[in-house]
């Protein structure tokens, strides 16, 4: 085949299943496919030759992949389908103006920054809801997560970047940078819709005035900057910048979903794996046990919920493949409990092991009255201080917007740390609860790496840092979050070299679990590339007749 006929027949792909997620949200199923309106009776077990656990990047690449193959498949989404105006006529809220849907059954928002001028001004109360952005509490810990149908690229920012292919090759030392570098990652980028933003417009647009301070600060610390891609349509800021498109980046949307001119998950991979005709996605079903019948069938046991998160319905699954896709901490907990309480009890100790934060720390500077930000921000950030090179102090620091719709002087910035430190999930028998051993004394690392950096910044601008953002009079960076949680279960230790999980046959792994705490960027790119080799693999050998 072709690749223009693989193109056209991928783009009728990507047609059909955005009717079938259209037609979902109009009759407000939660259920999507492109026999949605006709679902079977129910069962008391759903059996499905595939089932895939989570819709983010890794869960979305097999789902895509197995259904191209013609294996029937069912992927559990414990979000909802984002896909239905409220009462605005539009789907997600933004982040100045959050309402229920910004946040997973919260009655308050719980934004990265705290405060402004140490005000409580940028969270606000909230009816619970399943909304589209879930800050998962550990001991020292918190790791913010997408909810609904896309996972995490519901989001983030959207930053697209490649890692160095050094430092890819140093964390993952079995596998080919060749062939990921020529084959796997130009795949994902493809797929994901990445582009660039047109350097020309960059330089003279209102909405990037923020990153060209932050820019030159660097440089006048000696550092250098990078443009970087993102999934976010450039073409179609340009049109918001010039009015003729509805704004959605240029009104403030990030955290919370944006609701136009993203390329997330459910307009690329999933709408495609829809059109296949060969995939169905259940959404607001939480799996919570998964054990192995006597004939080497995975059974799963899930929750479906309604919008209180009362649980209506506990529903039973049996698959032949099962491809787990909950993310660094969905996957990791679900194998963890299952270790520990004897439903899977021949996985090895490695699962739960290796865990990183992706070396994360958040901070902002003060800018002089003359080096203005801006009070017009885009929400997509497309550029970084990349000073990785630096073998004393590896650090890539995203310089981030803050639009607040007034000129505030501040540089934020999220800096990704070359931190070794790694943490283990462990099961609580007395609780039922999977905990994390992360330390305060670990976050301290990447913190000292950031100081460094931005105390160069800082000396070379006569410039000072921000102390009022994080919610203490004293706290300069924000060391207990994570946008970008790693590893729980490492390629090469809990699984093989291409995710099949060690001890059991026909169970695999494609999401952020298997890097080793640390890519050095934003992740996304990475762990989608890994889920498309992984799926070659498997569907070449695992499932041929």
Same mark, same amino acid.
């Given at each position: 085949?072709?690749?223009?006929?693989?193109?056209?027949?991928?783009?009728?792909?990507?047609?059909?299943?955005?009717?079938?997620?259209?037609?979902?949200?109009?009759?407000?199923?939660?259920?999507?496919?492109?026999?949605?309106?006709?679902?079977?009776?129910?069962?008391?077990?759903?059996?499905?030759?595939?089932?895939?656990?989570?819709?983010?990047?890794?869960?979305?690449?097999?789902?895509?992949?197995?259904?191209?193959?013609?294996?029937?498949?069912?992927?559990?989404?414990?979000?909802?389908?984002?896909?239905?105006?409220?009462?605005?006529?539009?789907?997600?809220?933004?982040?100045?103006?959050?309402?229920?849907?910004?946040?997973?059954? !919260?009655?308050?928002?719980?934004?990265?920054?705290?405060?402004?001028?140490?005000?409580?001004? +940028?969270?606000?109360?909230?009816?619970?809801?399943?909304?589209?952005?879930?800050?998962?509490?550990?001991?020292?810990?918190?790791?913010?997560?997408?909810?609904?149908?896309?996972?995490?690229?519901?989001?983030?920012?959207?930053?697209?970047?490649?890692?160095?292919?050094?430092?890819?090759?140093?964390?993952?030392?079995?596998?080919?940078?060749?062939?990921?570098?020529?084959?796997?990652?130009?795949?994902?980028?493809?797929?994901?819709?990445?582009?660039?933003?047109?350097?020309?417009?960059?330089?003279?647009?209102?909405?990037?005035?923020?990153?060209?301070?932050?820019?030159?600060?660097?440089?006048?610390?000696?550092?250098?900057?990078?443009?970087?891609?993102?999934?976010?349509?450039?073409?179609?800021?340009?049109?918001?910048?010039?009015?003729?498109?509805?704004?959605?980046?240029?009104?403030?949307?990030?955290?919370?979903?944006?609701?136009?001119?993203?390329?997330?998950?459910?307009?690329?991979?999933?709408?495609?794996?829809?059109?296949?005709?060969?995939?169905?996605?259940?959404?607001?079903?939480?799996?919570?046990?998964?054990?192995?019948?006597?004939?080497?069938?995975?059974?799963?046991?899930?929750?479906?919920?309604?919008?209180?998160?009362?649980?209506?319905?506990?529903?039973?699954?049996?698959?032949?493949?099962?491809?787990?896709?909950?993310?660094?901490?969905?996957?990791?907990?679900?194998?963890?409990?299952?270790?520990?309480?004897?439903?899977?009890?021949?996985?090895?100790?490695?699962?739960?092991?290796?865990?990183?934060?992706?070396?994360?720390?958040?901070?902002?500077?003060?800018?002089?009255?003359?080096?203005?930000?801006?009070?017009?921000?885009?929400?997509?950030?497309?550029?970084?201080?990349?000073?990785?090179?630096?073998?004393?102090?590896?650090?890539?620091?995203?310089?981030?917007?803050?639009?607040?719709?007034?000129?505030?002087?501040?540089?934020?910035?999220?800096?990704?740390?070359?931190?070794?430190?790694?943490?283990?999930?462990?099961?609580?028998?007395?609780?039922?609860?999977?905990?994390?051993?992360?330390?305060?004394?670990?976050?301290?690392?990447?913190?000292?790496?950031?100081?460094?950096?931005?105390?160069?910044?800082?000396?070379?601008?006569?410039?000072?840092? !921000?102390?009022?953002?994080?919610?203490?009079?004293?706290?300069?960076?924000?060391?207990?979050?994570?946008?970008?949680?790693?590893?729980?279960? +490492?390629?090469?230790?809990?699984?093989?070299?291409?995710?099949?999980?060690?001890?059991?046959?026909?169970?695999?792994?494609?999401?952020?679990?298997?890097?080793?705490?640390?890519?050095?960027?934003?992740?996304?790119?990475?762990?989608?590339?890994?889920?498309?080799?992984?799926?070659?693999?498997?569907?070449?050998?695992?499932?041929?007749?």
């Amino acid at each position: 085949m072709t690749a223009k006929l693989m193109q056209r027949q991928l783009s009728r792909r990507h047609i059909l299943g955005m009717i079938a997620l259209q037609t979902a949200a109009t009759a407000g199923l939660t259920r999507i496919g492109l026999q949605s309106a006709q679902a079977a009776e129910p069962a008391a077990v759903d059996n499905s030759p595939a089932i895939v656990v989570g819709s983010g990047y890794g869960g979305a690449v097999a789902a895509l992949r197995l259904g191209q193959a013609g294996i029937r498949t069912l992927v559990l989404e414990m979000g909802r389908l984002w896909n239905t105006a409220g009462s605005d006529g539009k789907v997600f809220c933004s982040t100045s103006a959050p309402d229920q849907r910004s946040m997973w059954f !919260r009655t308050r928002t719980e934004a990265p920054l705290a405060t402004f001028l140490w005000l409580d001004l +940028v969270n606000k109360d909230i009816s619970a809801y399943p909304g589209a952005l879930d800050r998962v509490h550990y001991d020292n810990m918190s790791v913010y997560v997408g909810r609904g149908v896309g996972g995490g690229s519901l989001v983030n920012g959207g930053m697209a970047v490649t890692p160095l292919k050094s430092y890819f090759a140093e964390q993952f030392p079995t596998v080919d940078a060749e062939e990921m570098y020529g084959t796997y990652f130009p795949r994902a980028r493809s797929m994901l819709g990445v582009n660039s933003i047109d350097p020309a417009w960059f330089e003279s647009t209102e909405w990037y005035q923020f990153t060209r301070t932050s820019r030159k600060a660097a440089a006048n610390a000696g550092l250098k900057t990078t443009f970087v891609p993102n999934v976010y349509d450039f073409g179609y800021m340009q049109r918001e910048a010039a009015g003729t498109a509805t704004r959605s980046a240029l009104a403030g949307e990030v955290i919370y979903g944006n609701n136009y001119g993203k390329r997330s998950l459910d307009k690329t991979y999933l709408a495609a794996a829809l059109g296949t005709g060969n995939v169905t996605i259940n959404t607001l079903e939480k799996v919570r046990t998964v054990t192995r019948a006597g004939d080497g069938a995975y059974v799963l046991t899930a929750d479906r919920i309604d919008n209180t998160g009362k649980v209506v319905e506990t529903k039973q699954y049996s698959c032949t493949y099962l491809f787990l896709g909950g993310g660094s901490l969905g996957t990791t907990e679900l194998l963890v409990r299952a270790r520990d309480t004897g439903t899977l009890p021949a996985l090895n100790s490695s699962v739960g092991a290796g865990w990183g934060t992706n070396g994360n720390t958040m901070l902002g500077r003060a800018n002089h009255v003359w080096d203005t930000v801006g009070a017009n921000q885009a929400t997509m950030p497309v550029m970084g201080i990349d000073d990785w090179a630096n073998t004393a102090n590896p650090v890539f620091a995203e310089i981030a917007p803050l639009p607040m719709g007034f000129e505030h002087w501040i540089s934020l910035y999220l800096a990704i740390t070359k931190n070794p430190e790694r943490a283990s999930f462990s099961y609580d028998s007395t609780s039922g609860a999977v905990k994390l051993g992360w330390t305060p004394a670990q976050s301290a690392v990447s913190v000292a790496m950031a100081k460094k950096l931005f105390d160069r910044i800082n000396a070379a601008n006569l410039t000072i840092y !921000r102390y009022d953002l994080f919610g203490s009079t004293s706290k300069v960076f924000a060391d207990d979050f994570t946008y970008h949680p790693l590893g729980g279960c +490492v390629l090469g230790k809990a699984t093989d070299d291409y995710g099949r999980v060690k001890g059991y046959s026909r169970l695999y792994i494609t999401d952020g679990s298997l890097v080793p705490g640390s890519t050095g960027v934003n992740p996304f790119v990475t762990i989608t590339a890994l889920a498309e080799r992984t799926m070659a693999r498997v569907l070449a050998e695992d499932t041929a007749p």
